[in-house]
């Protein structure tokens, strides 16, 4: 995969612990905003997102290494005719094949992976991010007709361990974080139902201007 273990540096003055870094403040957001860009271009609905894996390890400094890209993707069931084939759920595949090419565990490779996606995830695959318990997941704007992490579903309060449970358990819950560069997802997302990508096919561009969608639902349609 292009960009696949590719080191990340993270912004000048950014104080935040590993455990705390805001995904944010890498090229991860840059990554997943291309994503859905591409998305666009291909005419899919524009999401976008990057799976970022945190190594075990230190570095010669006794500093822990930067994340690595393991995976990056974008809405896909147009292309291929699979309304679940969301970026995440893609990425997730991808991910696993880059762990199997590593040799890597999935008890280990998951908890170890954060996800950055510009919309927030359906309920589908907030339930599949949880389900495999990746370590965090940082979203864009909300989506207020599937969102799985509390506009329509809260997935992780829902199925997520609960404070009778502490103690069951040793895995750690994911945690889910939106509002990060909202304003811009909704604008991609307000491009893709005006129809107005002029690298989109021409007759997709056609059927989506007859669609008129007004601003308020065409957030609401992500996903
Ligand atoms: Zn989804």
Same mark, same amino acid.
């Given at each position: 995969?292009?960009?696949?273990?590719?080191?990340?540096?993270?912004? *000048?003055?950014?104080?935040?612990?590993?455990?705390?870094?805001?995904?944010?403040?890498?090229?991860?957001?840059?990554?997943?905003?291309?994503?859905?860009?591409?998305?666009?271009?291909? &005419?899919?609905?524009?999401?976008?997102?990057?799976?970022?894996?945190? @190594?075990?390890?230190?570095?010669?400094?006794?500093?822990?290494?930067?994340?690595?890209?393991?995976?990056?993707?974008? =809405?896909?069931? =147009?292309?291929?005719? =699979?309304? !679940?084939? /969301?970026? #995440?759920?893609?990425?997730?595949?991808?991910?696993?094949?880059?762990?199997?090419? /590593?040799?890597?565990?999935?008890?280990?490779?998951?908890?170890? !992976?954060?996800?950055?996606?510009?919309?927030?995830? +359906?309920?589908? +695959?907030?339930?599949?991010?949880?389900?495999?318990?990746?370590? /965090?997941v940082?979203?864009? +704007? /909300?989506?207020?007709?599937? &969102?799985?992490c509390?506009?329509?579903?809260?997935?992780p309060?829902?199925? &997520?361990?609960?404070?009778?449970?502490?103690? +069951?358990?040793?895995? *750690?819950?994911?945690?889910f974080v939106?509002?990060?560069? &909202? #304003?811009?997802?909704?604008?991609?997302?307000?491009?893709?139902?005006?129809?107005?990508? @002029?690298?989109?096919?021409?007759?997709?561009?056609?059927?989506?201007?007859?669609?008129?969608?007004?601003?308020?639902?065409?957030?609401? #349609?992500? =996903?």
């Amino acid at each position: 995969m292009e960009g696949a273990e590719e080191p990340l540096e993270k912004d *000048e003055g950014s104080t935040e612990s590993e455990e705390m870094w805001d995904l944010a403040s890498y090229p991860l957001a840059e990554r997943a905003f291309d994503k859905a860009k591409e998305g666009l271009a291909a &005419g899919e609905v524009p999401i976008g997102c990057v799976f970022a894996y945190f @190594p075990d390890k230190v570095s010669a400094e006794d500093k822990p290494l930067q994340p690595v890209i393991i995976a990056e993707s974008y =809405n896909s069931p =147009n292309l291929t005719r =699979n309304p !679940t084939r /969301h970026a #995440e759920i893609n990425a997730i595949e991808i991910a696993m094949e880059w762990a199997d090419e /590593h040799n890597i565990p999935q008890a280990s490779l998951w908890p170890r !992976t954060s996800v950055i996606v510009t919309v927030e995830p +359906c309920v589908m +695959c907030a339930s599949a991010l949880l389900s495999l318990g990746v370590r /965090h997941v940082r979203f864009g +704007c /909300h989506n207020f007709r599937f &969102g799985g992490c509390g506009s329509v579903v809260d997935v992780p309060g829902v199925f &997520g361990p609960k404070p009778e449970d502490a103690g +069951c358990s040793t895995k *750690e819950s994911t945690k889910f974080v939106g509002g990060w560069r &909202g #304003e811009e997802a909704v604008m991609l997302l307000k491009e893709f139902y005006k129809g107005e990508n @002029p690298n989109a096919p021409a007759d997709k561009a056609r059927k989506k201007r007859g669609r008129k969608k007004s601003a308020a639902t065409t957030e609401s #349609e992500a =996903n």
